[in-house]
């Protein structure tokens, strides 16, 4: 088991931590892995293909969704794909919805807040793209680190 703070005493100036200011949903409190990202602006379509569709052992899916709060980019259903495809966790910089049935999954997930609204689906967004929020570049293949004290994100893997 690993702690965020630790980590960072252990391997200080050598990892970036996020700005504390999201809310953390789900049964799984503490979560790490290698960095998938998606650049996405109210459009979740390519955050479920690569849910469903990706298996996710060793990962955490990382959503720039522009901190948009207008619609949610996690719902019930991705994040039970998520779940029976294995992923780590997944950070939002945007909402989700259901949290409550997504709080009795065991899945980590991290977002500003929850919002009901849906997306439209136009199909867009990028995939693995090197993403910047909460002051802290997420690199694809890169590694970060959850728990109840913060996000670390590391070039090199710390476990």
Not at 27 to 38: D, E, L, N, P
Not at 98 to 111: F, Q, W, Y
Not at 142 to 155: K, Q, T
């Amino acid at each position: 088991m690993f702690q965020t703070a630790d980590l960072y005493d252990a391997h200080e100036g050598n990892v970036q931590v996020c700005t504390p200011m999201f809310q953390s949903y789900g049964a799984k409190k503490r979560y790490f892995g290698a960095i998938v990202t998606i650049k996405c602006h109210e459009d979740n379509t390519l955050v479920g293909d690569t849910l469903r569709k990706e298996n996710g052992k060793g990962k955490v899916l990382v959503i720039d969704g522009g901190g948009s709060l207008r619609c949610a980019l996690v719902g019930d259903l991705i994040a039970a794909a998520a779940v029976n495809n294995q992923w780590e966790g997944i950070i939002v910089y945007g909402c989700i919805r259901d949290s409550a049935p997504i709080n009795e999954m065991e899945i980590g997930i991290r977002a500003l807040n929850t919002n009901p609204t849906k997306t439209v689906k136009r199909n867009t967004g990028l995939l693995n793209e090197p993403v910047n929020f909460a002051n802290v570049n997420f690199h694809p293949g890169e590694f970060v680190y959850v728990d109840e004290d913060g996000i670390l994100v590391s070039h090199t893997p710390l476990l």
